[in-house]
């Protein structure tokens, strides 16, 4: 059974950082794509970024990617989103998902955590 | 990366069809065969429901389809069952190794 469980979640104040980890099991996890999508409260769903399997390739939203980076470690069977210079817009849930077939720009996501609160305030 | 149009809400009865529409440009949805949707139950991380316009993943009930006419694709769902009341996503590839969700839609089963 494939499982994503996310930690790192928590509250910041602007300015701060906060990394968010993903223990994956359940499948081949250096055989994969990853992503992170967030979702403001009461909000829709955003796409922060990407990263495949051996790390050369990584995609972020236009409004985190001076901010946040993406990494992995497929010894682990873990993802990683460093966030820095946090805004009060960056308060979500952080999904950590499973994604398929992003460089042929298909990169539907079939496999979610349940995600971390990330809050940042004063 | 402009957020794809959907309905804020949709509606209908236990039994009938409904459709949810998703529009965006010759950029995203129009210019790619690749949208998916998602169903998220309140409190609940989302769940994979269509890929690729209209390819359904293992365990997806048949009443779930997808289909897509120039920049709209289009999530129905026939046989309205209570378990489908939840909110619904649309995700597009929109270039440039950039992808963008829709607003969202409520489905309210009556």
């Known amino acids: 059974e494939v499982q994503l469980v996310e930690s790192g979640g928590g509250l910041v104040r602007p300015g701060g950082s906060l990394r968010l980890s993903c223990a994956a099991s359940?499948?081949?996890?250096?055989?994969?794509?990853m992503s992170w999508v967030r979702q403001a409260p009461g909000k829709g769903l955003q796409w922060v970024a990407n990263i495949n399997s051996d790390e050369n390739e990584k995609y972020f939203v236009d409004s985190v990617e001076d901010r946040f980076t993406i990494s992995r470690d497929n010894a682990k069977n873990s993802l990683y989103l460093q966030m820095n210079s946090l805004r009060v817009e960056d308060t979500a849930v952080y999904y950590c998902?499973?994604?398929?077939?992003?460089?042929?720009?298909?990169?539907?996501?079939?496999?979610w955590g349940q995600g971390t609160l990330v809050t940042v305030s004063s | 990366q402009s957020a794809l149009t959907q309905p804020p809400s949709a509606s209908g009865s236990p039994g009938q069809s409904v459709t949810i529409s998703c529009t965006g440009t010759s950029g995203d949805v129009g210019g790619y065969n690749y949208v998916s949707w998602y169903q998220q139950h309140p409190g609940k991380a989302p769940k994979l429901m269509i890929f690729?316009?209209?390819k359904r993943p293992s365990g997806v009930p048949d009443r779930f389809s997808g289909s897509k006419s120039g920049n709209t694709a289009s999530l129905t769902v026939s046989g309205l069952q209570a378990e489908d009341e939840a909110d619904y996503y649309c995700n597009s590839y929109a270039g440039r190794k950039n992808w963008v969700f829709g607003g969202g839609t409520k489905l309210t089963v009556l």
């Open positions: 690729e316009v209209n």
């Open positions: 359940g499948f081949s996890f250096s055989d994969y794509w």
């Open positions: 998902v499973r994604a398929r077939y992003c460089s042929s720009g298909s990169c539907y996501l079939d496999y």
